[in-house]
């Protein structure tokens, strides 16, 4: 089982609020991801980091800002949550695997996000 | 357009039972492919994982098939459980950039009742 971990795993939350969702993994991995899923949908990547002091944006337009200070620790904000954030986000990390160079994506659980 | 597409979008089975999934995709170039599991409020954990030149793989009751020539990859089921109520991604990874990009399909929602 992947040691990647996502808190908190529910938040219901007013329009406006700025808020934090975080997302740590142990396994050394340098490439993190955060993505967003709505229900019966597909994942649609928002965030990227290769690792310390690296970060991109994703395929999907997000006005979210994420950071990356620590290896093990890649949080997402939202300065100025609004109903249409209301989703849940993924985030994942991954280790080159084989000499293929097949990575190989670990999922945290999720966090469930609801703006009122 | 690099697009994946699976089938059906939603199946449900009886306990015991097998089943096959389908993937198609239009990925170029293709990397590899890969089957992951999602049960509800959960995040997907990898099945199976697939380069060019490998056809088929199996873990436990999962046997995932795939045919780069006509673009077609399955996943079947053998011996259905209730725990295997789920939903299905098919992902496909191009070799387009370092980061191996990732295409995702909308899943197979599959049911399983006893």
């Known amino acids: 089982e992947a040691d990647i971990y996502q808190t908190p795993r529910y938040l219901v939350i007013g329009t406006g609020k700025k808020i934090t969702l975080e997302c740590s993994q142990t396994?050394?991995?340098?490439?993190m991801y955060w993505y967003q899923q709505d229900p019966g949908m597909e994942l649609h990547l928002i965030h990227y980091?290769?690792?310390?002091?690296?970060?991109e944006k994703g395929d999907l337009s997000s006005e979210s800002t994420v950071s990356r200070i620590r290896t093990e620790h890649f949080p997402l904000t939202l300065e100025s949550a609004r109903p249409s954030h209301t989703s849940q986000y993924l985030c994942?990390?991954?280790?080159?695997?084989?000499?293929?160079?097949?990575?190989?994506?670990?999922f945290g659980p999720g966090t469930r996000l609801t703006v009122l | 357009k690099n697009q994946v597409e699976q089938s059906p979008q939603s199946l449900i089975i009886l306990e015991g039972k097998n089943c096959t999934l389908q993937?198609?995709?239009?990925?170029?170039?293709?990397?590899?492919l890969r089957w992951y599991k999602q049960d509800t409020g959960r995040g997907p954990v990898s099945l199976t994982i697939?380069?060019?030149?490998?056809n088929t793989k199996s873990n436990g009751r999962y046997t995932a098939t795939l045919d780069a020539d006509t673009k077609q990859s399955s996943l079947h089921i053998t011996a259905s459980q209730l725990s295997d109520s789920a939903s299905y991604i098919c992902?496909?990874?191009?070799?387009?950039?370092?980061?191996?990009?990732?295409?995702f399909g909308r899943g197979t929602q599959l049911t399983v009742w006893p």
């Open positions: 994942a990390s991954t280790f080159l695997s084989g000499d293929r160079g097949t990575d190989t994506q670990y």
């Open positions: 396994m050394g991995h340098d490439k």
């Open positions: 980091s290769y690792g310390v002091n690296s970060t």
């Open positions: 993937c198609n995709y239009t990925v170029s170039p293709f990397s590899n």
């Open positions: 697939m380069t060019f030149s490998e």
């Open positions: 992902v496909v990874s191009d070799r387009g950039s370092t980061l191996g990009r990732l295409y």
